[in-house]
Protein backbone atom coordinates (compact mmCIF):
# COMPACT_ATOMS: atom_id res chain seq x y z
CA UNK A 1 0.00 0.00 0.00
CA UNK A 2 1.02 3.10 -1.26
CA UNK A 3 2.58 5.99 1.57
CA UNK A 4 1.61 9.32 1.99
CA UNK A 5 4.73 10.60 -0.61
CA UNK A 6 4.41 8.01 -2.98
CA UNK A 7 0.50 8.66 -3.18
CA UNK A 8 1.97 12.12 -3.92
CA UNK A 9 3.84 11.23 -6.85
CA UNK A 10 1.72 8.90 -8.14
CA UNK A 11 -0.85 11.51 -8.38
CA UNK A 12 0.90 14.12 -9.45
CA UNK A 13 2.28 11.59 -12.30
CA UNK A 14 -1.24 11.49 -13.22
CA UNK A 15 -1.28 15.15 -14.77
CA UNK A 16 2.65 15.52 -15.47
CA UNK A 17 6.10 14.78 -15.37
CA UNK A 18 7.98 15.10 -11.94
CA UNK A 19 11.67 16.82 -11.21
CA UNK A 20 13.93 15.72 -7.94
CA UNK A 21 16.49 18.16 -6.90
CA UNK A 22 19.02 16.68 -5.70
CA UNK A 23 21.02 17.56 -3.00
CA UNK A 24 24.13 15.89 -1.94
CA UNK A 25 25.52 16.82 1.77
CA UNK A 26 29.17 16.53 1.17
CA UNK A 27 28.85 18.89 -1.64
CA UNK A 28 26.25 21.39 -0.47
CA UNK A 29 26.90 23.63 2.98
CA UNK A 30 23.75 24.48 5.02
CA UNK A 31 23.13 27.84 4.21
CA UNK A 32 24.21 26.34 -0.04
CA UNK A 33 21.10 23.57 0.81
CA UNK A 34 18.71 26.14 2.24
CA UNK A 35 19.14 28.44 -0.83
CA UNK A 36 18.89 25.43 -3.21
CA UNK A 37 15.48 23.95 -1.95
CA UNK A 38 14.19 27.63 -2.07
CA UNK A 39 14.88 28.14 -5.73
CA UNK A 40 13.94 24.27 -6.29
CA UNK A 41 10.70 24.88 -5.61
CA UNK A 42 10.52 28.37 -7.17
CA UNK A 43 11.11 26.39 -10.35
CA UNK A 44 8.44 23.90 -9.75
CA UNK A 45 10.44 20.79 -8.73
CA UNK A 46 8.66 18.16 -6.64
CA UNK A 47 10.97 17.07 -3.94
CA UNK A 48 14.28 17.23 -2.58
CA UNK A 49 16.57 14.05 -2.69
CA UNK A 50 19.15 13.83 0.22
CA UNK A 51 22.19 11.83 -0.39
CA UNK A 52 25.20 10.69 -2.28
CA UNK A 53 27.65 8.22 -2.85
CA UNK A 54 29.20 8.77 0.75
CA UNK A 55 28.05 8.00 4.02
CA UNK A 56 27.60 11.45 5.89
CA UNK A 57 25.11 10.50 8.67
CA UNK A 58 23.89 11.29 12.45
CA UNK A 59 23.43 14.77 14.04
CA UNK A 60 24.80 16.66 10.44
CA UNK A 61 22.26 14.65 8.46
CA UNK A 62 19.21 15.77 10.36
CA UNK A 63 20.39 19.14 10.65
CA UNK A 64 20.68 19.19 6.93
CA UNK A 65 17.30 18.07 6.41
CA UNK A 66 15.50 20.51 8.68
CA UNK A 67 17.07 23.69 7.93
CA UNK A 68 15.69 22.54 4.32
CA UNK A 69 12.53 21.57 5.41
CA UNK A 70 12.21 24.71 6.97
CA UNK A 71 13.00 26.34 3.50
CA UNK A 72 10.57 24.38 1.58
CA UNK A 73 6.89 22.67 1.46
CA UNK A 74 8.33 19.94 -1.16
CA UNK A 75 8.86 16.66 0.54
CA UNK A 76 12.34 15.70 1.42
CA UNK A 77 13.50 12.04 0.73
CA UNK A 78 16.38 10.36 1.53
CA UNK A 79 18.78 9.09 -1.63
CA UNK A 80 20.82 6.73 0.99
CA UNK A 81 24.38 6.08 0.11
CA UNK A 82 24.99 3.48 3.14
CA UNK A 83 23.22 1.29 4.82
CA UNK A 84 23.32 4.14 8.21
CA UNK A 85 22.03 7.00 5.85
CA UNK A 86 18.68 7.42 7.60
CA UNK A 87 16.50 9.89 9.52
CA UNK A 88 13.54 10.43 10.77
CA UNK A 89 13.63 14.06 9.85
CA UNK A 90 12.81 12.99 6.07
CA UNK A 91 9.91 12.28 4.48
CA UNK A 92 10.49 9.19 2.89
CA UNK A 93 13.59 6.98 1.67
CA UNK A 94 13.96 5.49 -1.95
CA UNK A 95 14.62 1.60 -0.17
CA UNK A 96 16.60 0.93 -2.94
CA UNK A 97 18.18 -2.96 -4.00
CA UNK A 98 21.08 -1.92 -6.53
CA UNK A 99 20.30 -4.83 -8.82
CA UNK A 100 23.19 -4.38 -11.33
CA UNK A 101 25.59 -4.73 -8.79
CA UNK A 102 28.18 -7.80 -8.67
CA UNK A 103 28.05 -7.89 -4.78
CA UNK A 104 25.02 -9.39 -3.00
CA UNK A 105 25.58 -6.83 -0.13
CA UNK A 106 24.22 -3.90 -2.66
CA UNK A 107 21.66 -5.97 -3.38
CA UNK A 108 20.22 -7.18 -0.68
CA UNK A 109 22.24 -7.18 2.32
CA UNK A 110 23.00 -3.56 3.17
CA UNK A 111 19.06 -2.91 2.90
CA UNK A 112 18.63 -6.39 5.61
CA UNK A 113 21.04 -4.04 7.63
CA UNK A 114 19.11 -0.79 7.32
CA UNK A 115 15.49 -2.61 7.84
CA UNK A 116 15.02 -2.17 11.25
CA UNK A 117 16.59 1.49 11.23
CA UNK A 118 13.50 2.15 8.94
CA UNK A 119 10.84 0.57 11.09
CA UNK A 120 12.29 2.59 14.26
CA UNK A 121 12.38 5.87 12.48
CA UNK A 122 8.95 5.25 10.86
CA UNK A 123 10.37 6.80 7.91
CA UNK A 124 8.08 6.06 4.63
CA UNK A 125 10.26 3.27 2.43
CA UNK A 126 9.74 3.48 -1.14
CA UNK A 127 11.10 0.51 -2.78
CA UNK A 128 13.06 1.14 -5.83
CA UNK A 129 14.92 -0.99 -8.01
CA UNK A 130 18.33 0.53 -8.75
CA UNK A 131 20.53 0.12 -12.23
CA UNK A 132 23.74 1.97 -13.28
CA UNK A 133 24.00 2.32 -16.57
CA UNK A 134 27.59 3.22 -18.58
CA UNK A 135 30.13 5.39 -17.09
CA UNK A 136 28.17 4.83 -13.72
CA UNK A 137 30.64 7.35 -12.62
CA UNK A 138 31.66 7.05 -8.09
CA UNK A 139 27.95 5.14 -7.71
CA UNK A 140 28.78 2.70 -10.32
CA UNK A 141 32.36 2.49 -8.76
CA UNK A 142 31.26 1.81 -5.46
CA UNK A 143 28.57 -0.26 -5.96
CA UNK A 144 31.12 -2.50 -7.85
CA UNK A 145 28.62 -2.33 -10.74
CA UNK A 146 28.27 -4.97 -13.80
CA UNK A 147 27.58 -1.29 -15.80
CA UNK A 148 24.62 -1.84 -18.18
CA UNK A 149 25.70 -1.48 -21.53
CA UNK A 150 24.89 2.00 -23.11
CA UNK A 151 24.00 0.30 -26.82
CA UNK A 152 22.20 -2.60 -25.23
CA UNK A 153 18.37 -1.34 -23.79
CA UNK A 154 17.39 -4.85 -23.41
CA UNK A 155 19.59 -5.28 -20.67
CA UNK A 156 18.38 -2.24 -18.74
CA UNK A 157 15.14 -3.37 -20.16
CA UNK A 158 15.26 -6.90 -18.71
CA UNK A 159 16.46 -5.79 -15.17
CA UNK A 160 13.56 -2.98 -15.12
CA UNK A 161 11.04 -5.66 -15.63
CA UNK A 162 12.54 -7.99 -12.85
CA UNK A 163 12.39 -5.03 -10.52
CA UNK A 164 8.71 -4.79 -11.25
CA UNK A 165 8.05 -8.50 -10.88
CA UNK A 166 9.65 -8.46 -7.21
CA UNK A 167 7.52 -5.94 -6.31
CA UNK A 168 9.62 -2.51 -6.78
CA UNK A 169 7.22 0.43 -7.14
CA UNK A 170 9.73 2.71 -9.05
CA UNK A 171 12.96 1.97 -11.70
CA UNK A 172 15.69 4.62 -11.34
CA UNK A 173 17.99 4.55 -14.19
CA UNK A 174 21.53 6.34 -13.02
CA UNK A 175 24.53 7.40 -15.20
CA UNK A 176 26.15 8.53 -12.37
CA UNK A 177 26.46 11.95 -10.98
CA UNK A 178 28.66 14.34 -12.98
CA UNK A 179 28.69 12.05 -16.38
CA UNK A 180 29.38 13.50 -19.17
CA UNK A 181 26.14 11.73 -21.60
CA UNK A 182 22.96 11.39 -19.73
CA UNK A 183 21.15 7.93 -19.72
CA UNK A 184 20.54 6.99 -23.47
CA UNK A 185 16.90 8.20 -24.49
CA UNK A 186 17.00 4.47 -26.82
CA UNK A 187 17.61 2.90 -23.72
CA UNK A 188 14.96 5.20 -21.39
CA UNK A 189 12.20 4.18 -24.25
CA UNK A 190 12.79 0.40 -24.73
CA UNK A 191 12.48 0.01 -20.92
CA UNK A 192 9.47 2.27 -21.09
CA UNK A 193 7.58 -0.01 -23.09
CA UNK A 194 8.15 -3.29 -21.01
CA UNK A 195 7.40 -1.31 -17.43
CA UNK A 196 4.18 -0.36 -15.88
CA UNK A 197 5.79 1.48 -12.71
CA UNK A 198 7.24 5.06 -13.06
CA UNK A 199 10.87 5.31 -14.55
CA UNK A 200 12.86 7.81 -12.73
CA UNK A 201 16.23 8.90 -14.58
CA UNK A 202 19.40 10.72 -13.99
CA UNK A 203 22.85 11.64 -14.28
CA UNK A 204 23.89 13.73 -17.07
CA UNK A 205 21.15 16.35 -17.16
CA UNK A 206 22.41 19.34 -17.54
CA UNK A 207 20.72 21.19 -20.71
CA UNK A 208 16.74 21.43 -21.60
CA UNK A 209 17.45 19.48 -24.50
CA UNK A 210 19.14 16.71 -22.83
CA UNK A 211 15.74 16.72 -20.76
CA UNK A 212 13.70 17.47 -23.33
CA UNK A 213 14.80 14.09 -25.33
CA UNK A 214 14.40 12.09 -22.18
CA UNK A 215 11.36 13.00 -21.98
CA UNK A 216 10.03 12.63 -25.21
CA UNK A 217 11.65 8.94 -24.78
CA UNK A 218 9.00 8.19 -21.91
CA UNK A 219 11.10 9.43 -18.61
CA UNK A 220 8.68 10.17 -15.81
CA UNK A 221 10.88 11.40 -12.93
CA UNK A 222 14.25 13.23 -13.36
CA UNK A 223 16.72 13.43 -11.17
CA UNK A 224 19.47 16.49 -11.53
CA UNK A 225 21.98 17.22 -9.05
CA UNK A 226 25.73 18.72 -10.61
CA UNK A 227 23.38 21.20 -11.97
CA UNK A 228 22.59 22.76 -8.93
CA UNK A 229 25.94 23.18 -7.21
CA UNK A 230 27.38 25.16 -10.59
CA UNK A 231 24.24 26.91 -12.41
CA UNK A 232 20.94 27.18 -10.33
CA UNK A 233 19.81 29.46 -12.98
CA UNK A 234 19.47 26.28 -15.84
CA UNK A 235 16.81 24.96 -13.31
CA UNK A 236 14.30 26.53 -14.38
CA UNK A 237 14.66 25.98 -17.88
CA UNK A 238 15.36 22.56 -17.39
CA UNK A 239 12.16 22.12 -14.93
CA UNK A 240 10.38 24.12 -17.74
CA UNK A 241 11.47 21.82 -20.94
CA UNK A 242 11.00 18.56 -18.66
CA UNK A 243 6.90 19.64 -17.58
CA UNK A 244 5.93 21.02 -21.09
Same mark, same amino acid.
Given at each position: ??? !?????????????????????????????????????????????????????????????????????????????????????????????????????????????????????????????????????????????????????????????????????????????????????????????????????????????????????????????????? !?? !?????????????
Amino acid at each position: MAG !KVEKYLLDKLQKERLHFSLVDPDSFSIEDAKSTAQISEEAGSDAILIGGSTHTLGNYLDILIESIKANTTLPVIIFPGGVAQVSSKADAILFMSYLNSRNPYFITKSQALGSFLVKKTEIEPIPTGYLVVEPGETVGWIGEADLLPRRKPQIAAAYSLAAQYMGMRFVYLEAGSGAIETVPPEMVGFVKKVIDIPLIVGGGIRSPESAKKLATAGADIFVTGTILE !KD !KGKLFDIIRAIKS
